[in-house]
């Protein structure tokens, strides 16, 4: 049995963006009943040398939009990074998921062969199957950010727990 690259990429991004945003109501939630500022949890790391909150959200939603475009042989759109708030947060998530469902199955035909170009910050460019840049890149990739997300708010308080991450399934 084969699974196809729409079922294995949208589905999955739906889901994670969707539980995701429910996170991100309850870091807000719980930032109003704790009395903390919302740029606490908002600016917050793991690690010095790492993302804050928001920015994982934006790179999360980004490789959600992007890979889908991609396999779909279709233009990404450009957003700024400019969310500095819950509320540009959740309209960014809800942008995305706006975008990816209007994906169907059908434009994914044969992305398991198309050739994606990347050029991840440096000026040399990296060419990979869809079915490579989608199972070895881009998943990992919207993966360790939602998860480091995760692990932000969990690290800071917000009651949170596997549940919560994996969302509806």
């Known amino acids: 049995m084969t699974i196809s690259m729409y079922n294995a990429s949208v589905p999955l991004f739906n889901q994670m963006l969707t539980s995701l945003s429910n996170i991100l109501k309850k870091a807000e939630a719980h930032a109003t009943e704790k009395k903390i500022d919302p740029q606490a949890l908002l600016q917050a790391r793991l690690f010095p040398d790492m993302f804050p909150l928001n920015h994982q959200v934006q790179i999360a939603a980004d490789f959600a939009k992007g890979v889908t475009a991609r396999l779909a042989g279709t233009e990404v759109p450009s957003y700024e990074d400019k969310e500095q708030s819950f509320a540009e947060l959740q309209a960014r998530i809800a942008k995305t998921l706006a ?54 708010l969990r690290h800071n308080g917000v009651e949170i727990g596997k549940r919560d991450y994996m969302g509806n399934y």
């Not at 990296?126 to 939602?146: A, D, I, T």
């Open 99 to 152: 975008f990816i469902g209007t994906f169907k199955a059908e434009q994914f035909k044969d992305s398991e062969q198309r050739e994606i170009i990347l050029r991840p910050g440096t000026p040399k460019e990296q060419k990979l199957q869809g079915q490579v840049y989608l199972l070895h890149y881009g998943m990992p990739q919207f993966f360790f950010h939602v998860t480091t997300a995760y692990a932000i």
